[in-house]
Nanobody, 115 residues
Framework: QVQLVESGGGLVQAGGSLRLSCAAS????????MGWYFQAPGKQRELVAV???????NYADSVKGRFTISSDNAKNTVYLQMNSLKPEDTAVYYC?????????WGQGTQVTVSS
């Protein structure tokens, strides 16, 4: 059973930075895609950024130029570096991994950006 454990969330002032980590219980090289999603209160879960097994990345328009997704296969960890944070980035951030037809989710980590 795959487990994804997020960490790194917290409270930060607008303009600040945070780095989220997603540690997988197995080799992340076995996943086709890994990514980060966020869900604000009362809203649907939305894509933030994804990284494919070939290293290609894709970002939501709202975070382009501010957020960077990366992976470390040796540590089985995917990161989300978040810079120039805005109050509208406040949400629970979830790690996601996809292997064939299976989808895996972490428990989420809260990010709160104060104005």
């Amino acid at each position: 059973q795959v487990q994804l454990v997020e960490s790194g969330g917290g409270l930060v002032q607008a303009g600040g930075s945070l780095r989220l980590s997603c540690a997988a219980s197995g080799s992340i090289s076995s996943f086709h895609v890994m990514g980060w999603y966020f869900q604000a209160p009362g809203k649907q879960r939305e894509l933030v950024a994804v990284i494919s097994s070939d290293g290609s990345t894709n970002y939501a328009d709202s975070v382009k130029g501010r957020f960077t997704i990366s992976s470390d296969n040796a540590k089985n960890t995917v990161y989300l570096q978040m810079n120039s944070l805005k109050p509208e980035d406040t949400a629970v951030y979830y790690c996601h991994a996809k292997k064939y037809w299976s989808n895996y989710w972490g428990q989420g980590t809260q990010v709160t950006v104060s104005s």
